[in-house]
């Protein structure tokens, strides 16, 4: 993992939600190019992941992970093959607290949340990217249902990186304003899950970054808050996640494109990986 006097802070920079729209996938490629993105998690369900496919193959430098649905998106499976979970235009619920619930109450749904957790790992592979990491849409992989399942899955499959999203909350509360009971929620709720998670994925040799930021944002990683955290970016493996696109989310390209944030990434000698690099 180390390399002798190498910079202690690492960051992996992560786009959610390549292929959702093009308006993604060239925001992606940008702040790759361009910027300090690193690193971006596929939907092998979207609309534009052909697209995004295509891309990705155009720079191999980056890393492309997992992204995967199992709430407010589309299945790989069929409606006939997982019935109790998606309608029939293949789209499961849009609530994460009616999904959360039956998937958690509901054990008769895991060997259908299996069989989709497996399909799109398995649409992966068939991409021929190498799988830098996994993690869920609106962090559903932490459900400790669908985490069971990963946990499986990494042994099936050799899969070597999941997200731990666990936000550091004193320091968030620290860099950034707004949005308090939105945060103060999202950091108990997500402590709690990651507690919970962290032993598991560490006895099954799953590594994870020891921090992730992003979450207790909300869509909201500008050029301000992203200066505040690198100036405050600990020691260590960190994640970066965002959700940049051209069009709605441009202040999150814009942050990933700043030249003020590199001239803090070099100054801070904050090293900028994959997950595959750690």
């Known amino acids: 993992m180390g390399i002798t006097n190498a910079p202690t802070r690492r960051l992996i920079v992560n786009a959610d939600d390549f292929g959702q729209s093009s308006e993604v996938n060239e925001a992606v490629v940008r702040a790759h190019v361009e910027g ?13 992941k052909d697209e995004a496919i295509a891309l990705a193959r155009k720079h191999p430098r980056l890393g492309v992970g997992l992204h995967l649905v199992l709430v407010a998106g589309r299945s790989a499976l069929k409606p006939t093959e997982i019935p109790d979970l998606v309608n029939h235009h293949y789209r499961f619920p849009d609530s994460t607290l009616r999904v959360g619930l039956r998937y958690f109450f509901l054990p008769g749904l895991r060997d259908q949340l299996r069989r989709e957790v497996y399909a799109q790992i398995q649409k992966f592979q068939a991409t021929g990217l190498t799988l830098d990491h996994v993690n869920g849409h609106l962090q559903i992989h932490l459900h400790p249902t669908i985490l069971k399942i990963c946990i499986r899955a990494a042994r099936h499959f050799g899969l070597r990186h999941i997200r731990l999203t666990r936000d550091p909350a004193l320091l968030n509360f620290q860099i950034a304003d707004g949005q308090w009971l939105y945060r103060l929620s999202h950091a108990l709720v997500f402590a709690v899950l990651c507690a919970s998670a962290s032993p598991k994925l560490k006895e099954a040799k799953i590594r994870s970054t020891d921090r992730v930021f992003g979450l207790l ?3 909201g990683v500008d050029q301000r808050y992203l200066c505040r955290l690198l100036e405050r970016l600990p020691a260590g493996n960190s994640e970066l996640y965002a959700h940049p696109s051209t069009n709605g989310l441009s202040h999150e390209l814009n942050a990933l494109l700043s030249s003020k944030v590199r001239e803090i990434i070099t100054r801070r000698q904050i090293e900028l990986i994959r997950y595959q690099d750690i």
């Open 217 to 219: 944002q909300n869509a």
């Open 36 to 48: 300090i993105l690193t690193t971006a998690s596929l939907m092998v369900n979207s609309p534009r």
